[in-house]
């Protein structure tokens, strides 16, 4: 049997006024996503992948549409929203930057639960320093540590592992699949790599170009637990690639196209007004 969606998004549509103009960022998004399902969701740059996270997360409220997380049991929906920059506080040392979201557990627990997840992300010895005496990987694994302290159901990811060097990148991309594993979150991970997407995602959202829209949701073939190394050589990952990057270059240039024509059409009002002026 089929379990019930534990995230359920439903005709979203959301905008932003700026200059005086209304930017539409997201527009009827529908989508369903399974506990413990691991969604990547891909699109061009301003396809409003940020916004949609940022909705779920309830940090914004959408302009109309409905979004529901369910949870087993009571009212736990703890949900925790790992960002591009760590975020780690430079005046706590690492220990304490974890333990940010333990204040209302017994300190013994907080504790305990904070050795837990540092000692599952390689940082326990580390747990004394500060996050300037970091390398850009610990600060990455130290603000995961911080996300998965609280047992979160829910993980919120925007490009973690941006800026990191390739090596890095997957170290951390084999780190998350191991910790996705052994703790069966449901996590949404927003990327602009495709690569990434297949390592790491169950299924992955493609999104349009603004105003982002459900363009495709692309179901990956590997089964957990996966490794960088094991998957990227076999031609399943191959297909996928091809298929999604065959669905986002049609919407990079409609964005282009889109960008062209709006630059040509203020260029005009711009000479139009000044022949106006000048008569």
């Not at 076999?234 to 669905?247: G, Q, R």
Request: aromatic letters at 8%; one cysteine or more; glycine letters at 6%.
């Amino acid at each position: 049997m089929e379990k019930d969606p534990k995230i359920s998004v439903s005709d979203l549509n959301k905008s932003y006024r700026t200059n005086g103009s209304l930017l539409k960022a997201l527009e009827e998004i529908s989508l369903e996503i399974r506990e413990n399902e691991f969604f990547c969701v891909i699109g061009p740059s301003g396809c409003g992948k940020t916004t949609l996270l940022r909705l779920i997360a309830g940090l914004e409220k959408p302009d109309t549409g409905k979004i529901s997380i369910s949870s087993p049991g009571a009212a736990r929906k703890q949900l925790s929203f790992v960002f591009q920059q760590s975020l780690l506080f430079p005046w706590m040392t690492v220990r304490e930057n974890v333990e940010l979201g333990l204040k209302k557990t017994v300190p013994e627990q907080a504790r305990a639960r904070s050795e837990q997840y540092l000692s599952m992300t390689g940082l326990l010895k580390f747990a004394d320093f500060y996050p300037h005496q970091l390398s850009g990987g610990m600060e990455k694994r130290a603000a995961l540590a911080r996300a998965l302290a609280v047992e979160p159901d829910i993980i919120l990811m925007d490009e973690p592992f941006a800026y990191q060097d390739a090596q890095t990148r997957d170290m951390l991309r084999n780190l998350l699949l191991e910790l996705y594993h052994r703790e069966k979150r449901t996590i949404i991970f927003v990327t602009h790599d495709i690569r990434e997407a297949i390592i790491l995602g169950s299924k992955i959202v493609v999104v349009s170009s603004s105003p982002g829209r459900i363009k495709n949701i692309v179901e990956v073939p590997f089964p957990y637990p996966r490794s960088v190394e094991k998957i990227i050589p076999t031609d399943a990952f191959h297909d996928v690639y091809w298929k999604v990057d065959a669905i986002l270059k049609g919407e990079i240039e409609r964005a282009v196209e889109k960008e062209s024509l709006d630059i040509l059409a203020k260029g005009h009002i711009m000479k139009s007004q000044r022949t106006i002026d000048n008569e």
